[in-house]
C-alpha cells in the first residue's frame, strides 16, 4: 500500500497555555482528512503532539511553581483529554520531552554541524520572548514583534547559526517548480517575494541563555533553540535516525504539513532547508490555513478573546463543533467565530435539515411498516434526482476533499440533506399514508429517503463523530471502514429493521436565550477555572508602561439604578451617574450583590471601554472590583466622598 499513504501533521502544540475553540481547527481539519482518506482506502498515519521546550515554557513553570516537566505534563493531560473528546483520531502524538525525540535531535545536531551546515558565531538581533525568534528592524511592524505586536528587545549571546542563506536558491527553485508544494498560492508568493528574495539570513539554533531545551552534546553550554528541535518532530516521530526507522521508511516524506498561516515560514523555508541540508525529500505539501477570529482578532489565549471547546462540547455537542469548524470557515481564509453565528449553523443544518430529515423518515417508517423497511418497487420520475443528485455526491466530494475544499464537500452533503427535505415536501408520505392503495408508492418513498439517509452518514462519518454511527445503527448499520460498496444507492435490503436514532440527534436550542447563558458560562468560567489545567496555567499579565495605562479612562459614578436581567442569575444590569452622563453597565456580580445593596453605591468605573453586549443588553463600561483567592468579590469605591465623574489617575 504504498503507493497509498498519507502522512499528515498538525503543528506541535505550545504547552505554554491553556487550548481554546482556534487550536482545534488545524487538528479538526486534519481528522477530518484523515478519516476520509482512510475510508479511500489509503493508509494514513496523523502526527500531532506538544512543543514542550523554550523559554515561555519554563517561564510560565516557575509562575506556576511547578517544574517544567511537570508544567507541560499538565497541558499534556489538557490536551489529550480535548484531542479524546473531540475524536481526534491521531496515530501518534509527540512530545518534545520524549526521550526518543531528544537524543534523534541532538544526533540531528550533530549531523548538520559534521556536515558544515552549523558554525558557532555571536547573535545580536531584536528579540521577541513570548514568539522565541530574533527579527531584523525591517521585518518589524511598528516597531513591535511581527507575529504577535509584543514588545522586542537587543539582546546578544553565543549560538550555533544554521547556513539558512545557502539554501536560498534550492528553495526558491523548489517552490516554484512545484505548485502545489505551498498552498493556498497567496502563501507562496508571500515567501518568495517577503522572504527569499529579500536573501535569508543564517539562523540561530542554539541558545546559552535558556536551559530548558535539548542539550547539545558536543557543547554542553548551549540548548538546541526552537527550530531543530520544535521542526524535526514529523521525522523523529517516525523514527528517523533511531534503531527502527520502518515508520520513516514507510511513511516519509509527509504527504501534507497542515499549519497556521503565522507559521507558514518556518515550515516552507526554515524546514525544507533543514531537510536539503539532512539530504531528506521535501514534504509534498505545506498548506497554511486561515485563523479563527473572534470579535476581529485572531483567537488567541493573550487576547482574551477565546472560547471554551470544552463547554461547546459539553453544551451543544461534538458535533456541532466539528461541524461548525469544518463547515464555516472557508478553508484556507480567516473565518469569524461568534456564538450567534454557532447556534445558527446549528439549528439551521444538524438541527433542522440533518436531525429532522432522519426523525421524519425513521418515525413514518415505524408509523406505516413496523420498522420494517419497505421495497422501493413503485419508481417515479419524481425520485431521479434524489436518487442522481446521491450517487454524485462521491465525485465531487472526493474532488473538493482532494483539493482540500472541506467546506464545499460539506456543501454538498447537505444539499442532498436539503434536497430530501424537499422530496419528502413533493412526495407528501402522509397523504400517501392516508390511502391503502398508495402503500407501494409509500414504501419506495420512504426506502428511497432511508437510502439517501444512509448515504448521507456514511460521508459524514468523516467529519462527525456521534451523529454519523446513531443513523447508521437505524438501519442496522456499522460504521463504514471503506466508501467502497457504500455510497451507491440500493444497498439497504427492504425487510431489514429499521429504529428510532437512541436519543434525538440533536436537540434544538432557543438562540436568544442560549447566547445569555453562554455569556454566563463564559463569566463564571473567567472567575472559576473549570478545569484543573485552566488554575495552573493562568498567566501572569505582561509588564505595560506608564502611557499604555493612561489609556484606561477610569472615573468616579454613583449608581442610580440596578436591576437582575431577566435569563441570567450572574448578569445586574445598573444605571450609573457618572458626572453629566448615565450609563447602563452590566456586571456579573449578581451572586455577591442584590440590586437593593446596589443602589446608591458609589464606584470606580472603566469609561472608555468599547462597548458589548451582555446578556442581550449593550454595556457602556465596567465596574471595577476585587476578588479574592476564595472568590470573594467586591466592589471598589472612593475612599471619601467625591463627586461623580471625577477622574482617576
Ligand atoms: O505554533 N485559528 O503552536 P501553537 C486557527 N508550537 N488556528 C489557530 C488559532 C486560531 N485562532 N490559534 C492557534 C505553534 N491556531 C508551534 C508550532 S510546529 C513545528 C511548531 C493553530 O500552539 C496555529 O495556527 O501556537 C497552529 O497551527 C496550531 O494552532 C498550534 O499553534
Known amino acids: ?20 475553540l482556534g487550536h482545534c481547527y488545524t487538528t479538526v481539519i486534519c481528522d477530518a482528512l484523515c478519516r476520509f482518506k482512510r475510508l479511500e482506502g489509503y493508509d494514513v498515519f496523523y502526527l500531532t503532539g506538544t512543543d514542550e521546550h523554550g523559554q515561555k515554557v519554563a517561564e510560565r513553570a516557575m509562575q506556576a511553581g511547578k517544574t517544567p516537566q511537570e508544567f507541560v505534563d499538565v497541558l499534556y493531560d489538557q490536551i489529550t483529554k480535548l484531542w479524546d473528546l473531540l475524536g481526534i483520531k491521531y496515530d501518534k502524538f509527540i512530545r518534545t520531552t520524549d526521550a526518543y525525540h531528544v537524543k534523534a535531535v541532538q544526533e540531528i545536531f550533530k549531523k548538520l554541524y559534521a556536515k558544515g551546515d552549523l558554525y558557532k ?144 515560514r518556518f515550515h516552507s523555508i526554515i524546514w525544507p532547508a533543514i531537510l536539503m541540508a539532512l539530504d531528506l525529500p521535501l514534504p509534498k505539501q505545506v498548506y497554511g490555513h486561515g485563523w479563527l477570529l473572534f470579535e476581529g482578532d485572531k483567537m488567541s489565549k493573550s487576547k482574551g478573546n477565546i472560547t471554551d471547546p470544552f463547554d461547546l462540547c459539553a453544551h451543544y455537542g461534538v458535533d456541532a463543533l466539528r461541524y461548525f469548524l469544518l463547515r464555516d470557515v472557508p478553508f484556507g ?42 421495497a422501493n418497487d413503485t419508481p417515479a420520475e419524481l425520485d431521479n434526482e434524489l436518487i442522481q443528485m446521491t450517487n454524485d455526491l462521491y465525485v465531487s466530494v472526493v474532488k473538493d476533499m482532494n483539493e482540500l475544499k472541506v467546506q464545499n464537500a460539506l456543501i454538498s452533503i447537505f444539499q442532498v440533506v436539503q434536497r430530501a427535505n424537499k422530496y419528502i415536501d413533493e412526495t407528501k408520505p402522509w397523504v400517501l399514508a392516508k390511502e391503502s392503495e398508495n402503500k407501494g408508492r409509500l414504501g419506495t418513498v420512504l426506502y428511497n429517503l432511508a437510502e439517501t439517509i444512509r448515504i448521507v452518514a456514511v460521508y459524514l462519518s468523516a467529519f462527525l463523530v456521534e451523529a454519523p454511527e446513531q443513523i447508521l445503527k437505524c438501519f442496522g448499520e456499522g460504521l463504514p471502514k471503506l466508501f467502497e460498496n457504500e455510497v451507491v444507492f440500493g444497498k439497504l435490503k427492504p425487510g431489514i429493521h429499521v429504529s428510532r436514532t437512541e436519543k434525538q440527534l440533536f436537540p434544538r436550542v432557543n438562540i436568544e436565550k442560549e447566547l445569555i447563558a453562554m455569556e454566563d458560562r463564559l463569566l463564571s468560567l473567567q472567575k472559576e477555572p473549570k478545569h484543573e489545567q485552566l ?59 442584590s440590586p437593593e445593596e446596589m443602589k446608591g453605591k458609589d464606584v470606580v468605573v472603566v469609561t472608555n471601554l468599547k462597548p458589548a453586549k451582555l446578556g442581550g443588553v449593550v454595556s457602556e463600561g465596567m465596574l471595577l472590583c476585587a476578588e479574592d483567592t476564595s472568590g470573594n468579590v467586591v466592589l471598589l469605591s472612593p475612599e471619601k466622598a467625591i463627586d461623580s465623574g471625577s477622574k482617576i489617575s
Not at 502522512?7 to 505550545?14: K, R
Not at 446549528?346 to 430529515?357: K, R, T
Not at 477610569?554 to 435569563?567: A, H, P, S, W, Y
Request: aromatic share 12%; with cysteine; proline share 4%.
Open 333 to 374: 481564509s480567516d473565518g469569524v467565530y461568534t456564538n450567534r453565528s454557532y447556534l445558527t449553523r446549528y439549528n439551521s443544518d444538524l438541527v433542522n435539515d440533518l436531525g429532522n430529515l432522519v426523525s421524519r423518515t425513521t418515525a413514518m417508517l415505524i408509523q406505516n411498516f413496523d420498522g420494517i423497511l419497505p
Open 535 to 593: 488554575e495552573t496555567t493562568t498567566e501572569v499579565k505582561e509588564e505595560i508602561n506608564i502611557e499604555t495605562f493612561a489609556k484606561v479612562e477610569l472615573k468616579t459614578g454613583k449608581i442610580l439604578d440596578c436591576e437582575k436581567l431577566q435569563n441570567s442569575n450572574k448578569l445586574l444590569k445598573s444605571t450609573v451617574q457618572i458626572g453629566n452622563e448615565t450609563r447602563t453597565i452590566v456586571s456579573g456580580i449578581a451572586k455577591y450583590y
Open 121 to 264: 558565531s555571536e547573535y545580536e538581533g531584536l528579540y521577541c520572548t513570548p514568539c522565541e525568534s530574533f527579527w531584523t528592524e525591517a521585518q518589524l511592524v511598528n516597531g513591535k514583534c511581527p507575529d504577535c505586536g509584543r514588545d522586542v528587545s537587543m539582546s546578544k549571546e553565543e549560538s550555533y547559526f544554521f547556513r539558512l542563506s545557502n539554501y536560498q536558491d534550492r528553495l526558491i527553485e523548489h517552490i516554484k517548480s512545484n505548485p502545489d508544494f505551498l498552498l493556498p498560492q497567496s502563501r507562496a508568493n508571500e515567501m518568495i517575494n517577503n522572504f527569499l528574495k529579500p536573501g535569508l539570513k543564517d539562523l540561530c539554533v542554539s541558545r546559552t541563555s535558556l536551559k530548558w531545551g535539548v542539550p547539545v552534546t558536543f557543547d554542553p553550554n548551549h540548548v538546541v533553540y526552537v527550530w531543530i528541535d520544535a521542526l524535526s518532530n514529523y521525522i523523529t516521530a517516525l523514527g528517523y535516525l533511531s534503531d527502527d526507522t520502518s515508520l520513516f521508511d514507510r511513511y516519509w516524506p509527509a504527504d501534507i504539513h497542515m499549519v497556521g498561516k503565522e507559521i507558514v
Open 1 to 20: 500500500m504504498k503507493d497509498k499513504k498519507y502522512y499528515v501533521t498538525t503543528p506541535i502544540y505550545y504547552s505554554s497555555g491553556s487550548f481554546h
